[in-house]
C-alpha cells in the first residue's frame, strides 16, 4: 500500500527531484511515529529481574498484563521466569553478550536452528514477493492490465488484499491451523501462482499482440 501511494506521487508530479524527495519523505513518517512511540515503551521485566531490578520488573508485568501483583497468572510468570534466569546464569555460557555466540558454536542443536531461521528468511526474500510488492505496475501491465489509473488501482487493491489477509491469519488462521502448516501450505501456494505469473509473461507472444481486454490467462494471472 505504501508503494502504491509513493508510486502514484511519482507519477503525478513533474520531471524533478521531487519525484523521489517525496516518496522517500513519506516513508519517513511510520519511522517517525515508531520513534516517539518508543519513549512510551516500558522496559522488558524479564531484563529488569536479571539485572535485579525486581520491583520495577514487577511493576512494568503488572502493566503490562493489566493485572494485579498477586494474581495467581503473575505470580506464576514471575516464578518461571525467575527460574529460567537463574538456568541460565548457572550455565556454562552465562548472560553476557558473547553468550549466544558461544551456545551456537558449541552445540549442533542450536546451529541447526540458527541454519533453519536464517534459511526461512533468505528464501522468503528470495520467493519472489517484494518484485510483486515493488514492481506491481510493470507486472500487471505485463499481464495485460493497461492504462496507468487502472495499474495503480490493480497495485493497491492488491495492497488492500495483503494487508487484510495479514490480519486473517493473525487473528484467525495461525493458531487453528499451526505456523508450520501455514508455511508449507502458503509456501506451495505461493510457488504455484509465481509459476503462473511466471509462464504467463515469458508465454510467446503475450507482448506482441496488443489488446485492450484481459484473456482468461491473464485473469488466471491475477
Known amino acids: 500500500m505504501g508503494f502504491w501511494i509513493n508510486y502514484g506521487i511519482a507519477e503525478t508530479l513533474k520531471p524533478s527531484h521531487s519525484q523521489w524527495q517525496i516518496p522517500f519523505a513519506v516513508q519517513l513518517i511510520p519511522g517517525g511515529l515508531l520513534l516517539v512511540g518508543s519513549f512510551f515503551l516500558r522496559e522488558s521485566p524479564r531484563w529488569l529481574y536479571s539485572v535485579g531490578r525486581r520491583e520495577e ?12 501483583a498477586n494474581h495467581i497468572y503473575l505470580v506464576e510468570e514471575v516464578s518461571a521466569m525467575e527460574s529460567a534466569i537463574q538456568a541460565q546464569q548457572a550455565s556454562r555460557y552465562g548472560m553476557n553478550f558473547w553468550s549466544p555466540f558461544r551456545a551456537t558454536a558449541s552445540s549442533r542443536s542450536i546451529q541447526w536452528r540458527f541454519i533453519l531461521g536464517n534459511l526461512l528468511f533468505l528464501f522468503q526474500n528470495g520467493s519472489g514477493i517484494n518484485a510483486i510488492n515493488y514492481y506491481s505496475p510493470t507486472v500487471f501491465k505485463s ?46 501456494g505461493g510457488a504455484v501462482c509465481m509459476y503462473i505469473i511466471g509462464a504467463y509473461i515469458a508465454s510467446e507472444g503475450i507482448n506482441k499482440v496488443p489488446s485492450t481486454k484481459l484473456g482468461p490467462g491473464g485473469i488466471a494471472a491475477v
Open 57 to 68: 520488573g514487577l511493576k512494568n508485568l503488572v502493566w503490562i498484563r493489566n493485572l494485579p
Open 143 to 188: 499481464i495485460g492490465i493497461v492504462g496507468t489509473n487502472t495499474g495503480l488501482f490493480t497495485t493497491g487493491l492488491f495492497g488492500v488484499v495483503k494487508t487484510v489477509m495479514t490480519f486473517v491469519w493473525l487473528f484467525f488462521l495461525i493458531d487453528r491451523v499451526g505456523r508450520r502448516n501455514i508455511l508449507l501450505i502458503g509456501s506451495a
